[in-house]
């Protein structure tokens, strides 16, 4: 059986909805026929249209209650009361009213009504009575744009209060255990929160026309918007802001506005964060380029002030006005401390009118964001306390069209500090270190293939500079420098290898070549003194040919660009030793193992010292990257593929286990074959950087065989430096689990483990390298050996068998075999090991011997003046 009250409300709902149909053809479709020129007036328009809209959804859902509330009535046994639209869409219903709610306070902000009352003021005053019918409590002397305003607030204002009292009348007549209690309970509750959120939306809308009034017409055309609502004026509870010296303070629901004479300064509410004072009259609001600090009279002001400014930042950030309406909770929800939201910067230095989209912390981008200046330089990263800090990725366009460099780099307080990939629109493309922005530490810059002069240098940065030990590979000249280099010259000893197979090892000073030096030609001539950047003759030398003879005297350019040359030529040499001269050795003790390639080691070991944190594996060690050069060819492809930060971290934790639980030696040769191998692995990562050194250095027009004892050399450091890599891993895991850390070895034990375990390992990694090395410096006796496996191929087995001292009786007891002397043992791997990495005594650069005894001169053991 239906109850007074749903009687009631099918009576209230029938009124409602006679009254919206009479307000839409009497009030809203005239104010609709205006047909405005003016920027203003069209607004307006907008704005009437939009409460129109509103105004035919509120009819549309009225009539859906008012069918389900028939129906009710109709069918009381088959159709509960759960049924009824007021309860089952108590929800939609009250989004409904507040659309309507919000689009009507709109126009009155903007006096929208009076503005197009004027447009057909005839029309309206014979409308007076008409209007009045729908009123109640409106003076005859009012106004049209008043009436206007009364006739569309008036009749939903006493609609939404008779709903919450036959509300509460039907909850006081369901009973406690009725299933639709809750319901009930519900929808009164939200249109009594209906109706405090319209008397405080009128409120706003009615204080908010009413500033725009007051302010000049310059202020109201940069303040005002339709939306925009004033929450406190400093003119109602006064307060001071420092340092701006504002004289009006106006907080809105969407920006803080101080105003000072003709300036104004507007502070998005959604970068605002409130910070409670030292005293109790005083709280700050921090900015992202401003810091002001609020002071009131009394601490009732500045509560009040402090509490409303929260409060309207936490709208702000929702996005949407609180319902119900400020001041319905009894404490302020506290606004989250990191938020997402875009700002372009205002004041002068490196920020100014850079647009910043990404995550915020205390004012100030903090997380990861996007930084755009107008210039077309964009950053994307992460970022610290407003600072690039963390990996990031930055382009910087250059002149020409289409063009920029792109920097995929650990950042550091804003400067490029750690690892990085740098791509330039020259094609050039660095890869290493950087600190405070510069190039410094290990790193390789490399031209194309296809530029004019194609360079590549591998080695040692200082403060932008090649400074320390690195490797120059000049394609146009066909050279190689090794050497030492300081303010991006040479610069100290160094050794140039030429594609021609000619060798030079000298003093370098500003990059030209100073005081004595050797040259080593192809056919193993030595010269022993002075001469140009091209490797011409020039001054006092003295030249050793592969006979013995020697060539002692002045060296210059001749007339016609040949060598001119004056001195005296001794014949009387005996004959060299074969192997001396073409073994001779270059670099040996000029660049000693250990301190070449400290960029490289320093690096990890700064890591270890760090305790291997996750979130410095990548900067230190570098990071991995699918295509880099595709981040160039469009500013929207602003990404890196390469292993995440928490992976990282989560990884290193698995490294450091893995190492504590394969510590036995069989168990620890596999683990460290695993982790050479793997090139995510801190010790492969490692291992593949120095193996790009090794190239660098010995591979292309670095392979001379003069250089393979500086190659071994540099072999046998880094198995050195991989196993103190690999012991500091160790003592860091050893630490984090809380164990003692292992003795230092002493130095018989590191060699064993050095040589035993470690160069093993890593062997194959410079296998291709030094075997070509070998494979040079062997030339002479590997083309000999040729020749004689040739002409014993010749023999008849008999005879082939004799050669070998093999018996011819196989009835005999064998007899012990020992090789022919001119036998050679097979270029097996474990011989060729041993081979190349055995200890040679390099030869002194003095007194070469020549091998071939057959190039002789007239006049052989004679003392003779030369002059060509």
Known sequence: MCSPEEEALLQLEEVFSSTLARINSLVLQPLLTAEPSDPQGRECLRLLQQLHRSSQQLWEVTEESLHSLRRRLCHQ???????????????????VHVEYIEAYTSCVVVQAFQKAAKKRSEYWRGQRKALRQLLSGVSSEASVGTTLVQALRQPLAHHVQQYVLLLLSLGDTVGERHPTRELVVHAATLFGNLESFMRQALDQATATQALWHALSSRLRDVLCTPARRLLQDSQDIPVTVTPLRAERVLLFDDALVLLQGHSVHTFDLKLVWVDPGQDGCTFDLLTPEEEVSFCSKDPQGRMVWQWKVTQAVCQAL????????????????????????????????????????GEWCRGRPHGKGTLKWPDGRNHVGNFCQGLEHGFGIRLVPQASEDKFDCYKCH??????????????????????????????????????????????????????????????????????????WQADQRHGPGVMVTQAGVCYQGTFQADKMVGP?????????????????????????????????????????GPGGGLHTQGLLDTAALPPEPSGTRKRQLGVGAFPAESRWQGVYGPFRDFVRAGCPGDLQEALLGFHVQNSRDLRKSQEYLCCERTQPEDRAGRMEDVLDELLQHREPRALRQCLRKALSNSLHPLGKLLRTLMLTFQATYAGIGANKHLQALAQEEVKQHAREL?????????????????????????????VQVHGLVLPLILPSFYSELFTLYLLLHEREDGLYSQGIAHLSLFPDTKLLEFLDVQKDLSQPPLPWSPCGSSRVPLQTPFLRSVLLRDTAPVAPQGPHADNQSETLPGQGQVLPVSH
Request: net charge negative.
């Open 77 to 95: 046994d088959s159709v509960g009361l759960e049924s009824l639209l007021l309860l089952c869409g108590a929800d939609r219903v009250l989004r």
């Open 723 to 751: 196993w103190a890599a690999y012991r500091g891993l160790l003592q860091v895991a050893l630490q984090r689990k809380g164990q003692a850390p292992e003795e230092d070895e002493d130095t018989e034990t590191r060699d």
């Open 517 to 557: 030096g050797i040259l080593l030609s192809e056919d193993d001539s030595l010269y022993e003194g002075t001469f140009t950047r091209d490797l011409t003759l020039v001054g006092k030398g003295k030249v050793t040919f592969p006979n013995g003879f020697t060539l002692e005297g002045s060296f210059g350019s």
């Open 411 to 484: 950042w550091w307080e804003g400067s490029m500090c750690g690892y990085g990939i740098c791509e330039y629109s020259t094609d050039e493309v660095y890869k290493g270190y950087f600190q405070a922005g510069l190039r410094h530490g290990f790193g390789v810059l490399e031209s194309p293939p296809q530029a004019p002069q194609p360079c590549k240098y591998t080695g040692h940065w200082e403060r932008g500079q090649k400074s320390g030990y690195g490797i120059e590979e000049d394609g146009d000249r066909g050279e190689r420098y090794i050497g030492m």
């Open 318 to 357: 929702r996005g949407k006005k609180d319902f119900p309406m400020l001041g319905a909770g009894l404490e302020s929800p506290e606004p989250p401390t990191c938020r997402c939201v875009a700002y372009t910067f205002r004041a002068e230095g490196r920020l100014c009118q850079a647009t910043y989209e």
